[in-house]
């Protein structure tokens, strides 16, 4: 049989034997487990109740609580020797064999509190064993997450040194990027002459459209000479400019990066470099279907030249100035852009060996 004991210091222990299924607790006279000198206790304070799996205390919206070993409770099943504070009352769940004599040996004053402690202890072992379980799981994580920082930290160093070799190891081909933003600079001012001096021709092929004389002499040395084929060639020339400058800029960006990461061989400038040679790689690639494109253009539009001066010099001389100035220009632009075309393929090998 179970049984709640109330102890009061100087006073002798109550009894109260749980022989039915449920008891009330509180101040009230009419509770199965009266606590009337209790003035903490609300009349009806808490219930005892017994199922299945043993007994159970429920708090029944008290003013000031149900507590079992010290902690706060809505509802709790009962285990022998725990201690529920009600007020100023301490009740101890305990258990009588069939003699009478609690199981817990629970006779005295000072034994019954040894009890609880026990209870208490094997409690806050449990605890102790989860946190040392959570300590040790946080640890295992962090120590992971450190590991893998400095893993990928580890990794990304030894890119950067490995970078910084090769690209002291190929200055070489480095240095034919710089050559070749000269020579990007060469080749859009020869085009630029070239433009300025093909609307004279424009105007030239407009002005003799109406003279037979000359037409038929054009028509006969240059039949594909038109203002049309002229005019294409000249939307070609500055079509071919603005793509020579974007190809400087792509070899100024990647020089640039390339002076960052030799002063300073951190991640950031690590990580500008590998963009910008990604960058370069694709913008070489177009590059040199554009190169050979271009270079078609621009033999084809010399042709025509040569023809039209060659019908024209005596009877425009000044028309064949023009003519010489665009096909000095063009002869240039033919060798800047052979060399660009040359170039790329060793530039094109060097970034991307440290690109890795």
């Not at 020797?81 to 040996?105: M, P, Q, T």
């Not at 005295?108 to 072992?125: C, D, M």
């Not at 605890?127 to 962090?142: C, D, E, H, Q, Y």
């Not at 910008?276 to 694709?282: K, L, P, Q």
């Amino acid at each position: 049989m179970y049984k709640l004991i109330e102890k009061k210091k100087g006073e002798k222990d109550k009894t109260f034997p749980l022989k039915g299924i449920v008891h009330e607790i509180g101040r009230a006279s009419s509770c199965d487990i009266s606590l009337s000198d209790n003035n903490k206790a609300s009349r009806i304070h808490a219930r005892l109740e017994k199922d299945s799996d043993g007994w159970w205390i429920v708090d029944l919206n008290s003013t000031n609580g149900t507590f079992v070993n010290k902690e706060k409770i809505k509802s709790r099943r009962l285990e022998i020797g725990d201690e529920i504070s009600i007020g100023d009352s301490a009740l101890i769940f305990l258990r009588e064999d069939e003699k009478g004599s609690s199981i817990d040996d629970a006779s005295t004053e000072f034994e019954q509190p040894r009890l609880n402690i026990k209870v208490l202890e094997e409690k806050e072992g449990k605890r102790r064993t989860v946190g040392l379980f959570v300590f040790i799981s946080i640890f295992l994580m962090v120590s992971i997450a450190v590991w893998i920082f400095y893993s990928f930290y580890i990794n990304t160093m030894n890119k950067i040194h490995r970078t910084a070799v090769v690209i002291n190891n190929e200055m070489q081909k480095m240095e034919l990027i710089y050559g070749d933003i000269e020579t990007s600079k060469r080749a859009v001012f020869n085009l630029d002459l070239m433009k300025d001096n093909m609307p004279a021709i424009i105007d030239f092929l407009t002005k003799v459209q109406d003279n037979p004389r000359i037409s038929d002499a054009i028509k006969k040395d240059a039949p594909d000479l038109t203002i049309a084929s002229v005019k294409k060639g000249l939307d070609e020339i500055i079509e071919l400019s603005e793509q020579i400058n974007s190809y400087k800029k792509t070899l100024q960006q990647v020089t640039d990066a390339t002076e960052s990461f030799k002063r300073t061989q951190n991640r950031k400038a690590y990580s500008a470099l590998i963009k910008e040679y990604n960058t370069a790689i694709n913008e070489m690639d177009r590059f040199d279907d554009i190169l050979v494109r271009f270079s078609n253009d621009i033999v084809r539009l010399n042709g025509l030249l040569v023809s039209l001066d060659k019908v024209s010099s005596k009877i425009v001389p000044s028309l064949s100035r023009n003519i010489a100035v665009i096909l000095d220009a063009s002869n240039k632009v033919n060798n800047d852009l052979s060399r660009l075309k040359n170039n790329m393929e060793l530039e094109r090998a060097y970034l991307l060996s440290v690109k890795g």
